[in-house]
């Protein structure tokens, strides 16, 4: 994937989209073949996800502190912030999942 095409698709998770749901029952034909019986298509609304936004938003701030200029100190504060985010990030998901 492209970089462009990565922040699209974390724009579109940041600020939430609509989808199609299609769910299709199958039965059998005398031969024992699946024959499509039955096709639904809902559109399913997806919320705005707000760690999504939360990162995209720490990102624009990030670009405008201009990290050339951060001492090796900052820069490692920073590196320690981001770990403990995608630790925190990892935990609530695994919670989320169970």
Do not use: C, H, W
């Not at 919320?47 to 701030?61: T, V």
């Not at 320690?80 to 919670?95: Q, T």
Request: aromatic letters at 4%; charged letters at 40%.
């Amino acid at each position: 994937m492209k970089e462009e095409e990565i922040k699209q698709a974390l724009l579109k998770k940041a600020l939430g989209f609509e989808s199609d749901e299609i769910v299709e029952e199958y039965t059998a034909d005398e031969n024992g073949k699946p024959i499509l019986s039955k096709r639904k298509i809902t559109k399913k609304s997806n919320p705005p996800d707000l760690n999504a936004l939360r990162f995209l938003l720490e990102q624009s701030q990030l670009s405008d502190d201009d990290i050339s200029n951060m001492t090796d100190k900052q820069l490692l504060a920073e590196k320690e912030r981001l770990i403990k985010l995608l630790i925190e990030k990892e935990k609530d998901d695994e919670d989320g999942n169970l």
